[in-house]
C-alpha cells in the first residue's frame, strides 16, 4: 500500500484502509474504486491522507499503535465524561468525576499495555479517521504519544506512567468551556480570541484539582503543558526549572499531534514536518533530550511513504528500522528516470552515505 495525498487522488484508485470516524464506524469502505464523488467527500470530510492498494507495494504491512476496539473504547468513555461535565456544568457549575475515574484508568492501563507491547515507533498517520470532535482524538492521539515518549524515557514507575496518561487525556478538558465557533473558526484568531482560547489551561485545572480522586500532577498538566522553558508560554510563564516533568512531556506531544492533525485552518503536515517545528523549538521552548527520545518513539517515515534519496533513486518506506527512526528501510522502484523490473530493499542504517531528500505523497504514474 502507497501513502498518498487525498488532493492527489484519482478516479479509480482503490483505498487500502478504511476511512472511519470518532465511533469507528466505517464512512468510505477499503476495496473499492474511488468515484470523483467520493473523492471530494474525502476532502469534505478533512481527511489529507489515505493508503491507496498498489500492486507493487502489496506486501507494505501497517501495524496500529493501538487496537480498534481500544481506540473506541477510550473515545467513548471520553465523549461521555466530556458530555456530562458540559452538561453539570450548565446547571450548577460542579462536576463529580468519581463515577467516571474507574473507566478512564481502566482505558488508560489497555493504551500502556498496548503500548508496551507493540515493540515498534508509533505513527498514528495509519488511523485513517473523520472527527466530529477534534477534543476527543487529539486527547487520544496525545496519550498515545506521551506514554510512547515516557516508556523511551525508562525513568517512570507504573503508578507515574499511569498519571501520564490519565493527564494527557485530560490535558485539554478546559476547551470544553470554550466557544466552539472560536475553536473550529477557519480563519486566523484575534487577540481577543487568543486570550478567551489561552483560558482552558486555568479553566481545565480548576476543574480537576478539586477531584480529590484524580492526582494533583494530573491537574498541573492540563495547567502547565503550554507552558515553555524560555518562560514564554502561558498561563503563568513557568521556565524550566518550574515546569512539572509531566508537562514539558505533554507539550511536546499536543504541538506534534497538533500539526500532524487536519485542522479547520490547515492541512497535517507530516510527521518529518512536525519534528522540524519541535526542533525549530529545542532548548528554547521544549527540552532537548525528550525531543530526542520523542524522535526515536515515532514513525518518522511512514510505511508506504514515497522518498528521494540524495543519490537519485525513488522507492517506497518498506518497514521501520527499531530504534532508528529516520533510516527504515526502502523499497527501491526507480533509478535516476528508469524504473525498475525488479525492485529491491535499501536498509538505511546499513548505508550511511545515502539519505532521505524529499518525500512525495504524489500520485505516480500508474505501473
Known amino acids: 500500500m502507497r501513502l498518498i495525498a487525498v488532493s492527489a487522488l484519482r478516479e479509480g484508485v482503490i483505498l487500502a484502509k478504511p476511512v472511519l470516524n470518532d465511533a469507528g464506524q466505517i464512512l468510505v469502505n477499503r476495496g473499492m474504486p ?68 474507574r473507566q478512564f484508568t481502566s482505558v488508560v492501563r489497555d493504551i500502556l499495555d498496548q503500548v508496551k507491547e507493540h515493540k515498534e515507533a508509533v505513527s498514528l498517520l495509519s488511523e485513517v479517521c473523520a472527527h466530529d470532535n477534534y477534543i476527543l482524538s487529539h486527547s487520544l492521539n496525545v496519550t498515545i504519544y506521551s506514554l510512547a515518549l515516557s516508556i523511551k524515557l525508562k525513568k517512570f514507575s507504573p503508578k507515574q506512567l499511569e498519571e ?35 483560558k482552558h489551561t486555568e479553566l481545565g485545572f480548576e476543574l480537576l484539582r478539586r477531584e480529590y480522586n484524580i492526582p494533583l500532577t494530573v491537574a498541573h498538566c492540563a495547567y502547565q503543558h503550554h507552558e515553555r ?17 509531566y508537562g514539558k512531556i505533554i507539550g511536546i506531544t499536543d504541538v506534534y499531534d497538533a500539526v500532524t492533525s ?32 520523542f524522535r526515536k518513539s515515532i514513525v518518522i517515515y511512514p510505511n508506504g511513504l514515497t522518498v528521494h534519496l540524495n543519490d537519485g533513486r525513488k522507492g517506497v518506506i518498506l518497514r521501520q528500522t527499531p530504534n532508528i527512526s529516520d533510516r527504515p528501510v526502502v523499497l527501491i522502484l526507480e533509478e535516476g528516470q528508469d524504473t525498475l523490473a525488479h525492485p529491491y530493499e535499501l536498509d538505511l542504517s546499513q548505508n550511511h552515505s545515502v539519505l532521505i531528500s524529499e518525500t512525495d505523497t504524489t500520485l505516480l504514474g500508474k505501473r
Open 229 to 245: 522553558l524560555n518562560g514564554s508560554g502561558y498561563p503563568r510563564g513557568l521556565k524550566e526549572k518550574d515546569i512539572h516533568p
Open 164 to 198: 501520564i496518561g490519565l493527564g494527557a487525556m485530560l490535558h485539554d478538558v478546559g476547551k470544553l468551556f470554550i466557544s466552539t465557533a472560536i475553536l473550529k473558526k477557519p480563519s486566523r484568531l484575534t487577540e481577543d480570541e487568543f486570550n478567551e482560547v489561552k
Open 34 to 101: 474511488l468515484s470523483m464523488k467520493m473523492i471530494v467527500r474525502l476532502q469534505k470530510l478533512g481527511i489529507t491522507f489515505v493508503y491507496i492498494e498498489d500492486e507493487v507495494t502489496k506486501d507494505i504491512m501497517i501495524r496500529p499503535a493501538i487496537t480498534e476496539k481500544t481506540r473506541r473504547e477510550a473515545m467513548g468513555v471520553m465523549k461521555a465524561s466530556f458530555d456530562q461535565i458540559v452538561d453539570q456544568h450548565k446547571i450548577s457549575k460542579k462536576f463529580s468525576f468519581a463515577q467516571m475515574e
Open 262 to 293: 487536519n485542522r479547520v485552518y490547515r492541512r497535517a503536515m507530516l510527521p518529518h514536518e512536525g519534528l522540524e517545528i519541535l526542533y525549530a523549538g529545542a532548548s528554547s521552548e521544549f527540552d532537548q533530550g525528550l525531543i530526542e527520545a
